[in-house]
Nanobody, 128 residues
Framework: QVQLVESGGGLVQAGGSLTLSCVAS????????MGWFRQAPGKEREFVAA????????YYTDSVKGRFTASRDNAKNTVYLQMNSLQPEDTAIYYC?????????????????????WGQGTQVTVSS
């Protein structure tokens, strides 16, 4: 059974930090590019970050550049999202997603439709 399980969400004050983890099972993890998305209440799901199969290449939406860092540990089948300098506008449910697409691993993909496997999400709430 293919599964992605996120953890690490919670409540944090503005300016604080959180690290999200996403553990994959049932798939050849190192063959997949991984993405992080988020969805705030009343808004569409949006791209946050992506990391290619090796972890060498990362991609970010402009609003998180310099604050968030995506990384992965293929030996642990885990992808991470380190989030620093959190702001209230970062409040959302955060999802990890996986894609087998070579194009996504090579160039980075920011469209949810490019990812075929999704986790259940973890809530991040940033208070002002």
């Amino acid at each position: 059974q293919v599964q992605l399980v996120e953890s690490g969400g919670g409540l944090v004050q503005a300016g604080g930090s959180l690290t999200l983890s996403c553990v994959a099972s049932g798939l050849a993890f190192s063959n997949y590019a991984m993405g992080w998305f988020r969805q705030a209440p009343g808004k569409e799901r949006e791209f946050v970050a992506a990391v290619n199969w090796s972890g060498i290449s990362t991609y970010y939406t402009d609003s998180v550049k310099g604050r968030f860092t995506a990384s992965r540990d293929n030996a642990k089948n885990t992808v991470y999202l380190q989030m620093n300098s959190l702001q209230p506008e970062d409040t959302a449910i955060y999802y990890c997603a996986a894609t087998i697409s070579y194009r996504c691993s090579r160039y980075g993909c920011d469209a949810a439709a490019d990812y075929g496997i999704w986790g259940q999400g973890t809530q991040v709430t940033v208070s002002s």
